[in-house]
């Protein structure tokens, strides 16, 4: 069971998706060649299921080769309230770092987007269920920082189960901070968009990823601020399927757009061009 | 930092938060705001009973007064979904702080609510968006803003109306990212391990003002507020305008300048050396 502040999603989360060759897609059951998966950003080809794609896979679709910098690497977690866990929490870390080979649940960096200067944030479910904590409220404000001073557009995608309970107050803190680096963009005149990943939910949902310009929501995400199942409890009756689905979303005025994966970067590059011109914005 | 609270000692404090005989804002309003004039609505859905808004003055100054209220009675409690708003209730929120903002008149905001109403309403009504746009408007207002929490403090529902110039809590309030029992739940798998999670969580006033996160911690009457509503609201006036003296004082930029740095600061995390 996971120790953040997590949410149960009502879809069914798949494992990272199929490897080996002759594996069968987890959603449609169709046989999956090997590395096809890959070659499809993790998008199943037959049914076009959206696996969960890693941090640096993620920035690597939309960056230009060789224009990839990191940044706020540096930023690490600590334990400020010496937290009380039947696991500690500086273990927990320890642990995901292993498993994801990420410092953190949030990767930034800039980069060129079709010859474009941009700053690219990704936070991943992976590590610790993509909760945000103080670190990754500290690395999204450095990435907006460099955003502001270079004049460039901010993309940030989200896939996370809310605040990081194991940093208490501090981490809904980073709900304040993380939009006080938004309103740093804005007051710049700077494009700012949102890619929502599934799962966004909790204080992640209520915060950086919808004070966008635009939101794009991936196909099947599911996005809630509270848990289904407060919901249920709440409404005493049963959420209907596709509750907090993405289409659900675009059909209740939340979202801009529901974009396969396929098409992200194309639209991406669109909509940057369409709010910034051709480099010579005002 | 001190010594960790006991659970005992946490929960105590968690039980006083939510006294059922705890001054709430209309409670307040009553016994110090005699002029309060309610204003209603979000002008886009609907009037959210859980947000209660409007103009007043506070001594010589007039203020826009924004509170949650959960209600004493079961009936009122229901009415007002027992403080937690709705997307049209933060909206409400928006409008009257952007009200006040136009006629350049401080922003108070009293914040006792258990969290956002977590309603399949809410939600399809843009709970989430209605949160995050809530901490953009009061990140941005230009004019002065102070917030008391009075009771609770609960999760993202609560920092919607609480980033302010200056934060205080009541000496027996509490603050959390996520309520005690459902942390108890996630890591003990019991929600009755509530006090055990509330300590480990630090969200009472002290702990949080000892780890800088709230300007200061208002004391209460021996007993509790609850005990004598007239002297705590007393106290709660007193530390308001004299939060309101300090800040009115402030070019409206350097404000806001100092607002936006004192968010951007928050957090706890190391900086390695290398890589």
Sequence with gaps: MAKYVTIQVARKEPPPGPEAAGERCKNCNALLQPGELDKSLRVCPHCSYHYPLPSHERIAQFADAGTVSFLGEEVRAVDPLDFVDLRPYPQRLSDAQLDTGLTEAFLAATCEIAGRPAGIGVLDFKFLGGSMGSVVGERFYRLAQAAVDRRMALVVVAGSGGARMQEGLFSLMQMAKTVVSVQKLANAHLPYVTILTHPTTGGVFASFSTVADVIIAEPGAVMSFAGPRIIEQTIREKLPPGFGSSESQLAHGQVDMVVDRRQLRDRLVGILSLLQGDGAHV | ?275
Excluded at chain 2, 5 to 14: F, L
Excluded at chain 2, 140 to 156: A, N, Q, R, Y
Excluded at chain 2, 210 to 216: K, T
């Design chain 2, 1 to 275: 930092m001190s010594d960790r609270q006991t659970p005992e000692q946490a929960w105590e404090r968690v039980l006083l938060a939510r006294h059922a005989e705890r001054p709430q804002t209309l409670d307040y309003i009553a016994v110090a705001f005699p002029d309060f004039l309610e204003l209603s609505g979000d002008r886009l859905h609907g009037d959210d009973k859980a947000v209660v808004a409007g103009l007043t003055t506070l001594g010589r100054r007039r203020i826009v007064l924004i509170g949650t209220q959960k209600g004493h009675t079961l009936k009122e409690r229901q009415e007002r979904s027992f403080g937690m708003p709705r997307p049209e209730g933060y909206r409400k929120a928006m409008r009257l702080a952007r009200l006040g903002e136009k006629f350049g008149l401080p922003v108070v905001t009293l914040v006792d609510t258990p969290g956002a109403y977590p309603g399949k309403d809410a939600e399809e009504g843009g709970q989430a968006g209605a949160i995050a746009r809530s901490i953009e408007t009061f990140a941005g207002l230009t004019t002065p803003t102070v917030t008391v929490v009075i009771g609770e403090g609960g999760s993202g529902g609560a920092l919607a109306l609480a980033l302010a110039d200056r934060v205080f809590m009541l000496e027996n309030s509490t603050y959390s990212v996520i309520s005690p029992e459902a942390c108890g739940a996630l890591v003990w798998r019991d929600a009755a391990e509530g006090p055990r999670a509330a300590a480990a969580l630090r969200v009472s006033a002290s702990d949080l003002f000892e780890l800088g996160l709230i300007d200061a911690v208002i004391p209460e009457p021996p007993g509790g507020a609850h005990t004598d509503h007239r002297q705590m609201a007393n106290r709660l006036l007193r530390e308001i305008e004299l939060a309101l003296d300090g800040l009115v004082d402030l070019e409206p930029a350097e404000r806001l300048r100092l607002r936006h740095e004192k968010y951007l600061k928050m957090g706890s995390y190391a900086t390695a050396s290398s890589k």
